[in-house]
């Protein structure tokens, strides 16, 4: 089997020269001829031209990074690539998902011993594959993080006081209607609308607890809750699971604001509008581990 290793340089907080010496350990366990790429990209563009092209070469494209970068790799690639992942960002909520170990030395082991898994995506307007998606106060923190990021604050830090920001602050709520396979409904004063196919945010935040990543469906979640609420909601989902919410589960999901709102996909800033629509892609992305 050859493997072959695309790295963000960005992810995370661990310097380049030290994500460079934890990936030659992984090498080492994947055989000599598994290749990095990627460390000296410099922009998400180069990112993904670098992961089309290694996955051109290698049986098994190896994504190391977090959501955001699988997420890249994911809408880079052809549709026929087989990827694995390994975990070196932040919140990295597809390690939960997928069930990988903390320590990358035993994610190697596991993609090495290996199977292929085939998991459904979300279609996002048509353009854009994910797995996580959301409109609402998660799109507002991820634009405060970015800033946040600019400025040279980075990591857990910068998802905290983004999140605090934006929770904390002028909480943004929006009456919301949405459409799923052809039913109508509306949300009051949404805080939140998620549209996801697994059940973690980052941190192993566990805020659909019913989503399931292969079953063929679009699990939805939208929060309207207040402060206090919102706040036993993070807690409840880091302790355990989340059990608040309006939640249903459907293949076609098309949301509607009342005024522009971000929407976020896999931790990245997607865009700004007041319209969003959504599919389920059955068994599109092709997984080792």
């Given at each position: 089997m050859r493997y072959g290793i695309v790295v963000n340089p960005n992810a995370g907080t661990s310097s380049v020269s030290r994500k460079r010496r934890l990936l030659e350990s992984v090498r080492d366990i994947l055989g000599g001829d598994c290749v990095i790429r990627g460390l000296d990209t410099e922009s998400n563009r180069d990112f993904a031209q670098c992961a089309a092209e290694l996955a051109r070469e290698a049986e098994?494209?190896?994504?190391?990074?977090?959501?955001?970068?699988?997420?890249?790799?994911?809408?880079?690639?052809?549709?026929?690539?087989?990827?694995?992942?390994?975990?070196?960002?932040?919140?990295?909520?597809?390690?939960?998902?997928?069930?990988?170990?903390?320590?990358?030395?035993?994610?190697?082991?596991?993609i090495k011993e290996g199977r292929l898994h085939r998991l459904d995506l979300i279609l996002c307007d048509g353009r854009r594959r994910g797995f996580m998606a959301s409109v609402g106060v998660e799109g507002d923190i991820i634009h405060r993080r970015d800033a946040l990021q600019e400025s040279g604050i980075k990591g857990p830090r910068a998802y905290a006081m983004a999140t605090f920001g934006s929770l904390f602050g002028e909480l943004d709520r929006c009456d919301t209607s949405v459409r799923l396979d052809g039913e109508e409904f509306s949300i009051s004063e949404a805080v939140t609308t998620i549209v996801t196919k697994i059940p973690y945010y980052g941190y192993k935040m566990k805020v659909v607890p019913r989503a399931v990543f292969d079953d063929g469906y679009l699990h939805l979640l939208a929060i309207n809750s207040g402060k206090a609420k919102i706040a036993q909601i993070l807690a409840g989902a880091f302790i355990s699971e989340n059990k608040f919410g309006t939640y249903r589960m459907g293949r076609e999901i098309q949301i509607t604001a009342e005024h522009e709102r971000y929407a976020q996909i896999d931790g990245n800033l997607y865009r700004k509008g007041t319209s969003f629509r959504f599919e389920v892609l059955p068994g599109v992305l092709k997984m080792w581990y």
């Open positions: 098994i494209l190896i994504v190391a990074g977090g959501d955001g970068t699988a997420s890249d790799a994911i809408n880079a690639v052809a549709p026929e690539t087989t990827l694995s992942y390994l975990p070196i960002g932040s919140g990295c909520a597809l390690r939960y998902a997928l069930g990988l170990p903390p320590e990358l030395p035993h994610v190697a082991r596991r």
